[in-house]
């Protein structure tokens, strides 16, 4: 009881701030409520009254919600996928959006790398650019351990990034002549989070946004690899420098398979197999919505502009470096496969 009643007030300030960014994608549908969260959670975090209240006696609440209740949200993100799908999109299709995650994430990862950013920042960096978004910056961060203050940085410009692309990427693709379906597939290689390409290739038609849903769609199925991939990396890391140093293994390694994401692949499977009621579904896509939006909140405010600043320029540059090489690397893709033709 006690831990429960520390944590309600965090909890009762992201519902409260959950409820302000549904109300204000309402005015403003071109932008999504979970960005709009997490601009939210920035904006709380970096006024001085509502600063001292997030870091005092609502800090454990936000904390619980930027860890437990992200965690949450994506295993039911997994009941918005059917592998049916995603195999419907053709090997070359699927192996071209594979290609196009690992290129910009590997990219991304050492860019970060060769900016020297601090910690695991270019590995975080790297899942929300190259699969989806804030929502995998949190995965790959529980996953591996990663410190709280590496992930603002990343939740920020990969926010910032995502909400530009709602106003560039309409514009660019008329002038590059690209059909809906160009259109939607090259949103949906390339965008961040999944409201924002809903809300990105909604602009070119209904054509647009069914392909633009399914390759993002696709691009979230490699959450699951991707993290499990990384899990298992670091964990050989601190092994190797463990026996170099002749010191035990640490107790706190990284699972192979985060309970999380095994949860993730579960509700796929099931949602793979019709093995869920449709009502069942809309339900759990309600939840999942809040769910994250209470995360995305709380992951927002952690984000201190002073301490961006002392960085920013290095993780700016990432940013839109990333940004550029996952747009390109999609649009190539458009002129390769030529969807729709």
């Known amino acids: ?78 009941l918005k996928l059917s592998l049916v799908d995603v195999a419907g999109l053709g090997w070359p299709t699927l192996l071209v959006v594979i290609g196009i995650v690992l290129i910009t994430f590997m990219g991304t990862l050492y860019g970060g790398k060769l900016l020297r950013l601090p910690g695991d920042q270019p590995l975080l960096m790297a899942a929300g650019f190259a699969i989806c978004g804030a929502s995998a910056i949190g995965a790959m961060s529980a996953a591996t351990g990663a410190k709280n203050k590496d992930a603002v940085a990343p939740v920020a410009m990969v926010t910032l990034c995502g909400t530009l692309a709602i106003a560039v990427l309409p514009l660019a693709g008329h002038l590059l002549g690209l059909g809906p379906a160009e259109f939607g597939f090259w949103v949906g290689a390339s965008v961040h989070d999944v409201g924002q390409v809903v809300a990105t290739a ?62 993730f692949l579960l509700m796929i499977v099931l949602r793979s197999f019709d093995l869920v009621a449709p009502g069942v579904l809309d339900v759990a896509a309600q939840a999942q919505d809040w769910l994250l939006a209470l995360a995305l909140f709380s992951l927002g405010a952690g984000v201190r502009v002073g301490e961006l600043r002392r960085g920013g320029a290095r993780t700016a540059l990432l940013a839109l470096a990333s940004w550029v090489l996952i747009a390109l690397l999609a649009l190539v893709a458009v002129w390769v496969l030529r969807p729709g033709a």
């Open 1 to 78: 009881m006690t831990r429960i009643r520390t944590v309600l007030p965090g909890l009762g300030i992201a519902l409260i701030a959950a409820v302000a960014a549904q109300g204000i994608h309402l005015l403003t549908p071109a932008i999504p409520a979970l960005t709009w969260a997490v601009l939210l959670g920035i904006l709380a975090a970096n006024i001085p009254a509502t600063a001292r209240i997030l870091r005092g006696f609502a800090a454990p609440g936000i904390a619980f919600a930027a860890k437990k209740l992200m965690r949450l949200g994506i295993v039911l993100l997994g």
């Open 202 to 263: 909604q602009t070119a038609g209904a054509g647009a946004l069914a392909i633009a849903v399914v390759v993002k769609l696709t691009r979230v199925v490699l959450l699951a690899p991707m993290v499990t991939g990384t899990a298992l990396v670091v964990r050989a890391r601190e092994r190797r420098n463990s026996a170099s140093q002749e010191t035990p293994v640490s107790a706190t390694l990284p699972p192979i398979l985060p309970l999380f994401v095994a949860g």
